[in-house]
């Protein structure tokens, strides 16, 4: 136990001596952490008031993701959210197949299929191999980003065993138009764009957005072009009816140029990824509710390259996937306190790959499946007084290969005196295998079963000084079973349901709005694994400090990583590292404003995926116009 307790004494001490970081012009843009009074939609689908929730919600605002001028959302969670982790490998680009990066993990639950993206509700994942599309989620996307740390398979289903990040789309809420344009360029011949028009008249409203960002990378053979587009038409039917639908593409051209130990050729990905949906919601004073239809699609042209001494690929891989379903849900007042949320999901998925000879153009068949989930589910939370809300839910998940699943949750939110907050939280996570699991590759084994876990947590958080300081801080207990590991059976390598996961530990955040000026915030995670997995940090720190004055602004933050797996196993090692990041921008005119950012400006070597190495120092400067 003292090695339990002498880590968490030093996260909250850390992050209780954060320095000072400046607030924007709007100074509810900083990440928050249970904020009080704070609006969110993912920990029950419906519109609710995070105080009333008992799982551990962090949200990122719409402010806080322009001021860092990024086309990924994932470099700005990584920072803003504690225990999650994402992997990187370059200045830009993430890629796919073998050598790829953007992989997430929370608590250390991430792995290829076991954190859940989503798109105003609406799951996004490749539909054979199972896995999130890290180059598709772009900032210019979101209005803000929910990340639900910890399972959430009551309301979302499989892959949500680690938790959820949900991207609510942009919307225009006044009439009129804005238009705005970001402009950048930097390190390693790095070109960053985007445009977005946003525009209401009455009851019609639209968002269109358009991107390319390319970069040349710190290593050769290592490019990276994406090319984004994505527009949101909506109407307001009446005052409770509205309707809305959205479609978004983004292509991406990637090259792997592998490990430094072992460089590969010709290593190239070539991505086009889609989704569409159309959504009918009604929001009445007593109920409101949402019926949605979704379509995501993917195609994969790939060449998994040569070493050196090796001839080049004869053939390429290619696929294409699918992700069609249906989503209903109902949430009701029936009496005073309570609220009654009822559920259906339909998820048909799926697709198929082949190689394609390069000299003949033969096409070599590969997998060709698809499969049906069926689920409903039902969350039920009860308010008694102005002291206690209790929370149960149950979902009911049916998939046409591995069976029927039972999936319970249930917590209490006490709400103290002094704008304090307790809640504790006991949820079950799970995962069915994969397509690319049981049918694709020698690993695989049609008879796998679902992976399990369950996941133990209490939280406290309050505000203080007028709602100008928050705090807070969680542990957490986590086990399961059932993971699926690739071992050796009779000679060759198969998938099997033999891993085990034991994870405790906790998290911590704070936020000091000193003045119209000032402003300081800062987390702290620190994880203990039993059987450790790859990118998922010991310790966890980021200190922030932002100032704004006349027509400056500047922001700046360290993120200090300590305990980071790169591989496990017989030749486990660790990377520990600092990265100081700093931001300013100058207001040139009411339309206009130039900027420029410095990344790791410590010029730290250090490795995120093993064979690796991150560049040093980065620059990039531009010009943000709005109009």
């Known amino acids: 136990m003292k090695n339990f307790y002498t880590p968490l004494l030093t996260g909250i001490l850390l992050a209780a001596g954060v320095q000072m970081q400046a607030e924007t012009a709007d100074t509810t843009s900083v990440s928050r952490n249970y904020a009080l009074d704070e609006v969110v939609v993912t920990g029950t689908r419906n519109e609710t008031d995070i105080r009333h929730l008992p799982m551990t919600l962090s949200v ?33 680009g993430y890629g796919v197949s073998t050598g790829a990066a953007g992989g997430i993990s929370v608590r250390g639950i991430g792995g290829s299929a076991q954190m859940l993206v989503l798109i105003d509700g609406h799951p996004q994942y490749m539909g054979l191999f199972g896995h999130p599309i890290a180059d598709a989620y772009q900032t210019m996307l979101a209005e803000r980003v929910e990340v639900l740390r910890g399972p959430a398979s009551v309301l979302y289903g499989s892959n949500a065993m680690g938790g959820v990040i ?169 009496f005073t306190g309570n609220r009654l949320t009822l559920g259906f999901d339909y998820q048909h998925f799926g697709g198929e790959s082949w190689n394609r000879v390069i000299a003949s153009g033969e096409k070599e068949p590969g997998a060709d499946k698809k499969q049906d989930e069926f689920a409903g589910y039902v969350d039920i939370r009860q308010n008694f007084g102005g002291w206690l809300s209790a929370n149960v839910g149950l979902r009911v998940d049916h998939h046409s290969h591995v069976g029927t699943e039972l999936v319970p949750q249930g917590g209490l939110a006490f709400h103290l005196p002094q704008n304090a907050e307790l809640k504790a939280m006991v949820s079950k996570g799970f995962r069915n295998p994969t397509i690319r699991e049981m049918y694709m590759f020698p690993p695989q084994n049609p008879d796998l079963k679902p992976e399990r876990l369950m996941n133990y947590e209490l939280s406290f ?122 931001r300013a921008s100058y207001r040139l005119c009411r339309y206009a404003s130039l900027y420029v950012k410095g990344e790791n400006i410590l010029a730290q070597r250090y490795e995120i995926m093993a064979g690796y190495p991150m560049p040093k120092a980065t620059f990039m400067g531009g010009v943000h116009i709005n109009f």
């Open 60 to 92: 990122v605002g719409r402010p806080e993701l322009e001021k860092r001028y990024e086309p990924s959302l994932l470099p700005i969670l990584n920072e803003q959210i504690p225990g999650l982790f994402t992997t990187s490998r370059g200045v830009m």
């Open 166 to 334: 949900n991207i609510v789309t942009r919307r225009q809420k006044e009439d009129g138009v804005q238009t705005s344009v970001n402009l950048g360029a930097g390190s390693y011949g790095t070109i960053q764009t985007e445009a977005t028009n946003r525009a209401r008249k009455g009851r019609f409203s639209s968002v269109v957005s358009a991107s390319y960002n390319r970069t040349d990378g710190h290593r050769a053979d290592m490019g990276f072009e994406q090319y984004g587009g994505y527009a949101k038409l909506g109407y307001d039917i009446s005052d409770v009816w509205n309707v809305y639908g959205d479609v978004n593409v983004t292509h991406f051209n990637a090259s792997n140029p592998g490990p430094v130990s072992a460089p590969l050729f010709d290593n190239d990905s070539r991505i086009t990824r889609g989704m569409a949906s159309f959504a009918l919601q009604n929001n009445y004073e007593r109920t409101s509710g949402a019926l949605s239809v979704f379509y995501n699609w993917g195609r994969h042209k790939i060449n998994d390259g040569y070493a050196a001494g090796e001839s080049p690929q004869t053939s390429l891989f290619n696929s294409k996937d699918l992700m069609m379903g249906v989503s209903w849900y109902q949430s009701a007042t029936l």
């Open 461 to 582: 958080s309050q505000k203080l000084l007028e709602n100008r300081l928050q705090y807070g801080a969680n542990l957490y207990y986590i086990n399961g079973d059932n993971m699926i590991m690739t071992v050796p059976v009779e000679g060759r390598p198969m998938n099997v349901n033999t891993g085990e996961i034991e994870n405790w530990g906790i998290e911590t955040n704070i936020a000091y709005r000193i003045s119209p000026r000032w402003s300081a915030n800062a987390n702290y995670s620190w994880l203990h694994m039993e059987n450790p997995v790859l990118a998922a940090p010991e310790h966890k720190l980021y200190v922030g400090a932002d100032f704004t004055q006349g027509r400056w602004g500047v922001s700046s933050g360290i993120q200090y990583i300590k305990g980071l797996y790169t591989s496990t196993g017989e030749t486990e090692t660790t990377e520990d590292f600092t990265l100081w990041n700093i």
